[in-house]
């Protein structure tokens, strides 16, 4: 079975630059939630869609990110204009019914802006 | 505001010995408490998933505890293989839609 895909795997990019990352979840699941993970702050919970409709997305740090899930089986998070301080390690994650059951996580995009 | 710490923050090992990741959380009204194992460059890797009515899981060589009157949990490696090195998270879920993450141990078996 394919777990949650995640792409690019890797991305650098220059500051002021529009950068998008993109999440497969798995199939069958029907919550999605997006991750950020740095060294200062650990793995913070960005945004959370159930059946493609964002429920909480109070985690998204600035106006310059922004997440979409068009349909059940794709998402996008969105930085624009990218900074160096967004420079982390972005996971997408899925599971079936949403909080509290298992999350299973994507490889994630490490994310670099010079 | 719940919040989750993990100590040690990195614990080094030789290989064959038992040992236990400590995760301690403030606010014990959990529904459950899930441990991940993280290897570098890569995603996390739900281990053990633990509800609120239980004591413990266990998955082969591991074994996950929950104490939430004392706000801690363990997670228990026996026998450990330098393939087990990695780092393992705990994440506490509250309520509401936020799981909370501690930092991690970073574990490393020698061989």
């Known amino acids: 079975d394919a777990g949650v895909i995640q792409s690019p795997r890797h991305e650098v990019t220059e500051m002021g630059q529009e950068v998008t990352l993109r999440c497969k979840p798995i199939?069958?699941?029907?919550?999605l939630f997006w991750y950020r993970q740095t060294m200062m702050r650990g793995l913070e919970l960005l945004i959370y869609?159930?059946?493609?409709?964002?429920?909480?997305d109070s985690g998204m740090p600035e106006d310059r990110f922004s997440a979409k899930m068009p349909n059940a089986s794709f998402s996008t998070l969105k930085i624009q204009p990218s900074e160096p301080r967004d420079s982390a390690v972005y996971f997408c994650?899925?599971?079936?019914?949403?909080?509290?059951?298992?999350?299973?996580f994507g490889p994630g995009t490490r994310l670099t802006v010079l | 505001k719940q919040e989750v710490t993990q100590i040690p923050a990195a614990l080094s090992v030789p290989e064959g010995e038992n040992l236990v990741l400590n995760c301690s959380f403030t606010?014990?009204?959990?529904?459950?408490l899930q441990w991940f194992r993280q290897d570098p460059g890569k995603g996390l890797t739900s281990l053990l998933l633990?509800?609120?009515?239980?004591r413990e899981q266990t998955s082969g060589r591991l074994n996950a505890s929950l104490d939430k009157s004392s706000g801690r949990s363990t997670l228990y490696i026996a026998a450990s293989q330098p393939g087990d090195s990695a780092t393992y998270l705990c994440?506490?879920?509250?309520?509401?839609?936020?799981?909370?993450f501690g930092a991690g141990t970073r574990l490393f078996v020698k061989a």
């Open positions: 994650a899925s599971s079936l019914g949403g909080p509290p059951n298992e999350q299973f």
């Open positions: 199939s069958g699941h029907n919550s």
């Open positions: 869609f159930n059946n493609n409709v964002p429920i909480d």
């Open positions: 606010d014990s009204a959990i529904y459950n």
């Open positions: 633990i509800q609120s009515s239980q």
């Open positions: 994440a506490a879920y509250t309520g509401g839609f936020k799981t909370i």
